[in-house]
């Protein structure tokens, strides 16, 4: 009998709010001392619980991209579902699209100059890979109950309907054992999130959907309300702070080579660094302006250092309501499971 190293978030109250799937992680170096591939290990973390599950596996040598541009490390290699101890054989799970690194792809997806100038020696890893993805519209994976959308930054028991939002770093937080914070996403994130840059395949849309600059929702000032009353679990906002900054650094321009959510505005703008203000659509301003992101706002903004801005970070950097910070170790468990 083989055994399988694996963190486990349960079912239940995290962080005093309800997260309706268990959520197994697996370390990808893991998953080969065990002689597994990626479905095999899927199938054998599905054994933990007879609940509805989601299962995703990361990889450290690999990074991924944030639904706002951002290149960050450990991206996710296979996502997967389960019920029952079972995983549907067709929509349970998928492996991730690896892109390889091209000039070409880099002038189609500008925000991947960020990839060389700061991880050169790691893989891509995006959303599903296309010759697995059966799905056509959601990055989803099902089995029975359990929903694992958007490439795991958005779970559902699809019986209650309840749902939990984990963007991708505060989801690798947990994995990592580091802080997240845990509060309802509020007017700002649900705006936010509509802010998308072209990608293909990425782990948010399966296609690119709207230009850097505009917004995905094009929701008016309705798009504050699409997620706000939902739980979510982020990284802290001084970790968000740090990646923003090193973008900014790499030359990435917000509005055109990442997104115009309000935090890399923000940043940027105490920054003095250049945004593409002629690129923000209006239909993108009408959302900012109605959680107060005018432009007059941001002209108002101080001029900071790098450090200053970090040590501010949980004031400068909005989103999440009633949010509380927890220890990951407070919250997942270390599990080894029998296959």
Known sequence: MGKLKARVVPEGNIGGLYNPLTLILLDADDVKAAGLDYEKAIKAAAAYTDGPCGIDIYDRNTITTTSDGLLVECGMVAIGTSDQGLVNPKYGWYPMYEEAYSEKVVEEEPNLKAWKALYPNHRLVKGPDPDFKKIPVHNAVLTGRACNNNSASEIMNLVTMREMLFPFLGLRSLFEGKEVRIGHAGPVFSVSIGMMFPERYGRISYFPTCEAGNTLH???????????????????????????????????VPARDCACAPSILTVACCLGKEIAWDRITDRAW?????????????DSLPRLTEDEILARADELIPGMEDAVTVKADDIVLNAVIDF
């Open 286 to 298: 009408l959302e900012l302006d109605s959680v107060g992101f005018t432009k007059s706002y941001f």
């Open 218 to 252: 094009n929701s008016g000032a309705f798009a504050q309300t699409l997620k706000k009353e939902l739980p979510c679990v982020t990284c802290t906002k001084k970790m968000f702070a740090e990646y923003i900054i090193k973008h900014l650094n790499c030359g990435l």
